[in-house]
């Protein structure tokens, strides 16, 4: 199938358009009054006395060893980091399922 140049023209603004306005919403301003003493978004760490719990899914259920204990220090470090965060974690309960 061999398109005529007016088709791939056409092709090729839209792809282009398409792409400026993903990549404009990436884009972050370099305004001084960005986010100036704003709390609601971010802020710094330990600027609201106000306690978070996050609810976690992890489908690793062992947190001593392997990818559980990464993301178990992850999460640890994190929670040392904003002392008013608390994550509470759910898992998968652990397969005892026997190969025949």
């Known amino acids: 199938m061999v398109m005529n140049s ?3 023209r056409n ?3 839209v792809t282009a358009l398409a ?11 370099n305004d001084k009054n960005n986010n100036a ?5 971010g802020g710094t760490a330990g ?3 106000k306690e978070v719990t996050l ?3 992890s489908n ?10 990464a993301e178990q220090m992850v999460i640890d ?14 898992t998968l309960p652990r397969s005892r399922s026997k190969i025949n």
Do not use: H, M, W
């Not at 792409?19 to 301003?29: E, I, N, Q, T």
């Not at 690793?60 to 204990?69: E, H, V």
């Not at 470090?77 to 759910?90: H, M, T």
């Open 6 to 8: 007016k088709s791939t």
């Open 11 to 13: 092709i090729l603004l």
């Open 19 to 29: 792409a400026v306005s993903v990549l404009s919403a990436c884009g972050g301003g």
């Open 37 to 41: 003493g704003s709390s609601t978004n």
């Open 47 to 49: 600027s609201t006395d």
């Open 55 to 57: 609810r976690l899914f």
């Open 60 to 69: 690793l259920p062992d947190r001593k060893s392997g990818q559980g204990l």
């Open 77 to 90: 470090n994190y929670i040392k980091a904003n002392p008013n965060v608390k994550i509470d974690i759910e």
